[in-house]
């Protein structure tokens, strides 16, 4: 799915240029801090959708650490990386074991053995809010209604609330039904898991691999800004972005064969002004 998706050349020129800034031992020479800072703000606290809409940057957060929650307890135990077993036969006393070397004791009936036992649950509660907001966006949103695509977009937010929906389903049956309907109940989550899975190239869900390969580029950019390669438009000295990242774009409209990679030298309100001059140029003025 990472191969169809660098064979667009825009794609592939970003991951090129992505690539080479990250495996750059000048740039971890020059602003070693860079990475970690490039991680954190964009990867895990994505500050860029911040400036678009704080109701949709708690969402995303939301969705985000609960889908981390859930991936860090899940792989580890089903790779049997990290297991949990008993003290004793008779007592509430658990020991956990990362790779069979005991880290941590607890007691199964204290608020850390409840977090330990219902951390899955945690993660559920974290993505169905986010979730169920983008939604309700999809649903109410006229913005969102016109560029929306039912596979890319409403299938993953939905995939995410049954999997959470039928996790929190294991819990109810275990507390409130004394364990009814378990098997039954197990099953669903167990499928809706696999077809997510199956799903990541197909929809939003192919984040997974292109955030991570997005930190590359932004470190592009951040070490750009550091040589103070700031571009100025052309036509009203604004500065429009790093020197290195407009080139990049001319390279990717070169490439498409688009006819008009100069525009990229000029910022957006420049454009718009630029193009009604040249309407009033091409069109008569007024009808007889």
């Given at each position: 799915?990472?191969?169809?998706?660098?064979?667009?050349?825009?794609?592939?020129?970003?991951?090129?240029?992505?690539?080479?800034?990250?495996?750059?031992?000048?740039?971890?020479?020059?602003?070693?801090?860079?990475?970690?800072?490039?991680?954190?703000?964009y990867?895990?606290?994505?500050?860029?959708?911040?400036?678009?809409?704080?109701?949709?940057?708690?969402?995303?957060?939301?969705?985000?650490?609960?889908?981390?929650?859930?991936?860090?307890?899940?792989?580890?135990?089903?790779?049997?990386?990290?297991?949990?077993?008993?003290?004793?036969?008779?007592?509430?006393?658990?020991?956990?074991?990362?790779?069979?070397?005991?880290?941590?004791?607890?007691d199964?009936?204290?608020?850390?053995?409840?977090?330990?036992?219902?951390?899955?649950?945690?993660?559920?509660?974290?993505?169905?809010?986010g979730?169920?907001?983008?939604?309700w966006?999809?649903m109410?949103?006229?913005?969102?209604?016109?560029?929306?695509?039912?596979?890319?977009?409403?299938?993953?937010?939905?995939?995410?609330?049954?999997?959470?929906?039928?996790?929190?389903?294991?819990?109810?049956?275990?507390?409130?039904?004394?364990?009814?309907?378990?098997?039954?109940?197990?099953?669903?989550?167990?499928?809706?898991?696999?077809?997510?899975?199956?799903?990541?190239?197909?929809?939003?869900?192919?984040?997974?691999?292109?955030?991570?390969?997005?930190?590359g580029?932004?470190l592009?950019?951040?070490t750009?800004?550091?040589?103070?390669?700031?571009?100025?438009?052309?036509?009203?000295?604004e500065p429009?972005?790093?020197?290195?990242?407009?080139?990049?774009?001319?390279?990717?409209?070169?490439?498409?064969?688009?006819?008009?990679?100069?525009?990229?030298?000029?910022?957006?309100?420049?454009?718009?002004?630029?193009?009604?001059?040249?309407?009033?140029?091409?069109?008569?003025?007024?009808?007889?």
């Amino acid at each position: 799915m990472t191969a169809v998706w660098v064979s667009a050349p825009g794609a592939r020129r970003l991951f090129r240029k992505g690539r080479r800034s990250l495996f750059s031992a000048e740039n971890f020479r020059r602003t070693p801090t860079a990475l970690p800072k490039m991680i954190a703000t964009y990867l895990g606290f994505q500050k860029f959708l911040g400036a678009r809409s704080h109701a949709r940057w708690a969402a995303h957060q939301l969705i985000f650490w609960g889908c981390i929650l859930a991936a860090l307890i899940t792989f580890p135990l089903t790779w049997g990386w990290f297991t949990f077993t008993s003290d004793s036969g008779a007592g509430p006393g658990y020991a956990m074991r990362i790779w069979g070397i005991k880290v941590l004791g607890f007691d199964s009936l204290s608020f850390i053995g409840w977090v330990m036992f219902h951390g899955l649950d945690l993660a559920a509660v974290l993505v169905i809010p986010g979730a169920g907001y983008f939604l309700w966006r999809r649903m109410k949103d006229r913005g969102a209604i016109t560029g929306q695509r039912s596979a890319y977009d409403m299938v993953p937010l939905l995939a995410l609330i049954v999997i959470s929906v039928t996790g929190l389903l294991l819990t109810f049956s275990s507390i409130f039904l004394h364990g009814g309907g378990y098997e039954f109940l197990a099953v669903l989550p167990m499928v809706s898991v696999v077809f997510t899975l199956i799903y990541i190239p197909f929809g939003k869900f192919f984040h997974i691999v292109q955030r991570p390969a997005a930190v590359g580029m932004q470190l592009f950019k951040y070490t750009a800004r550091q040589d103070d390669e700031v571009f100025a438009c052309r036509r009203c000295e604004e500065p429009i972005d790093t020197g290195p990242y407009v080139e990049n774009l001319r390279g990717t409209m070169r490439d498409l064969e688009l006819g008009f990679d100069a525009w990229a030298e000029y910022c957006p309100r420049c454009k718009r002004v630029l193009r009604g001059n040249a309407y009033l140029t091409q069109v008569k003025k007024g009808f007889k």
